[in-house]
């Protein structure tokens, strides 16, 4: 079932300040969390119809897992988010900490998680990625929360996937609904670029699950996808200088929604 009241949703990327105790933090917890509402707040008056927190300036990533002091402090942050919103809300722990983010998602009241490897393992810049799904899902049972949703990504940006160079994306996405994913993330190679049509198209013959579309997707663009997308879930484009370092440009998110509604 659909968390959104739209029929294809746009998803606002919320990048948190570094969190506490990561190389690059400069903010207190108090000042993170206040920039991180007042975003969910200019994304609400925009028109966007969900919003996703992610720890993207927590480099470098971690692997696979992350410390209580992140746990904490995304949750705390997260529910303030939801709150302010009253939105469909998810969140990322970078870099693959599934179980945490599952943990988050549970204890703010968020709807779902954005998992790296859920299915087949890859190569990042932090190492190797294993797949996640078995032990992530009875995780999510143990601890209550099966109204979360897992979303995996399939042939995740900035990674190799040479290890599964027989698998294609399509076999990936199928493998994802195998396993009991809940939706399909596709992306461009890198932060910003645009996924490829033809992946795309091959994820939608491959599943029944939503398929949503994790990097690249502009105001000049969207139109191109807007057939076989289910949602967008966009960062770069919303921010100032459309990168994704910059703050939330309301702006460019109303051009954005804009742009959406005139393909229809």
Known sequence: MSLFAAAQPVIGMIHLGALPGTPAARRSLREIEALAVKEAVLYREAGVHGLMLENMHDTPYLRGQVGPEIVAAMAIVARAVKQAAALPCGVQILAAAN??????????????????????????????IQSSAAELLRYRRAIGAERVQVWADVKKKHSSH????????????????????????????????APQPADVRDVKRATR?????????????????????DGFIVGSEFKVGGHWSGAVDAKRVRRFMTALARTN
């Open 99 to 128: 179980r945490e983010a599952i943990a988050v998602a549970h204890a703010a009241g968020l709807d779902f998680v954005r998992a790296e490897g859920f299915a087949f393992a890859h190569v990042a810049d932090e190492g190797f």
């Open 162 to 193: 040479a290890i599964t160079g027989d698998v294609g994306i399509g076999e990936t996405a199928h493998a994802v609904e195998f396993m009991r994913g809940d939706a399909v993330i596709v992306t461009g190679a890198v932060t910003g670029d």
């Open 209 to 229: 699950l939503p398929v949503y579309l994790g990097s690249g997707v502009t105001a000049a663009n969207v139109g191109e996808f807007r057939a076989e997308a």
